[in-house]
Structure formats: structure tokens, C-alpha cells
């Protein structure tokens, strides 16, 4: 079903409409609550979020490129901000939370997802991610914004040189 699914959604539509939350459309880690969290943290600086929370290794990993690349103007990990994209896996609606949003020195939003193992839910999250990226950029007044998955923790040093060119 989830495959029949997948064809259904893209020849079926004529455009893509983004659907924003009625209490708050536009979200801004300006506007970020405090939250406490006794796993381990990593400062920032490149963020206007003070520090970023560690879930894994990689993530640290990840961070600490995101904070020396000059292709890297400022990030976020993508923890109690909101920002989530709805997808269907069997027959449910479900949320998914990429892992990282990075605003290129070029201007470029990139939107990150770090995934060791690839399944096919996983692949489900990332067709939604394509659409939602697909229907910001067709909507206009956000930038040019894109997305990209690193499955080893060396492919994100690429995926930085290959969204920050240009």
C-alpha cells in the first residue's frame, strides 16, 4: 500500500499547498522555550540556540562541522522547535523531526537527517521531506531550501560542499 501510496500523491495533484500551523505559521528559534535536559550538551556558536543536545556521537560529530565550515552561516538541531513534517506509514499518519536545519553561507536552507540504517519508513520520511521541501520552494518568500541525508558520518563533510557551492 505504501508503495501504490507513493504514485497516487505525485500524479494526482496539480500543485503543492503548504499547510501552516493556525498558532504559529512561521516558527523562530527566537521565540525557543527553556527546557532542562540532563543529557549531554555541546555550546554553540554559530546558533542562536546556546547549546545543542548530543542524542548521539554523530551528532556531536555533525555539530562540530556545522561550526567550523565557512560554508555554514548558522544552524539548528531540530529539538523543541515544532518543526516536523507529517507522512503516511501503514495506514497512519505519523511525524517525523529532521535532525538538523542549516542555513548555507550561500543563502541555501538545507535540511538534515543523519540515519545510520535505511528501511522503508525511512524512505517514506524522506518522500515526505522531498515534497515539503518541493512545496516551500514552489510557494516562494522562504529562500531556496533543500534537503539531504547522510548515512556515515563522513558523507555530511560532502553534503555541506555540495549545498554550499554557488
Known sequence: MQHLLRYVYEHNSERMELIFDPDSPIGS???MRTWYTTRPTIPTVRSQISH???DSAWEGFAANLLESSPLVAAYTKNDHLGYQIYYLWNGSRRRFLPDFMIRM???????LE???VDDEQNRAKRSALAAWVEGVNQRGGFGVWAWDVAFEPYQVR???SQHGAG
Do not use: P, Q, S, W
Open 29 to 31: 528559534t527566537r521565540n
Open 52 to 54: 545543542m543536545v548530543g
Open 105 to 111: 553561507a550561500n543563502g541555501k536552507t538545507l535540511v
Open 114 to 116: 543523519i540515519k545510520g
Open 158 to 160: 560532502d553534503i555541506l
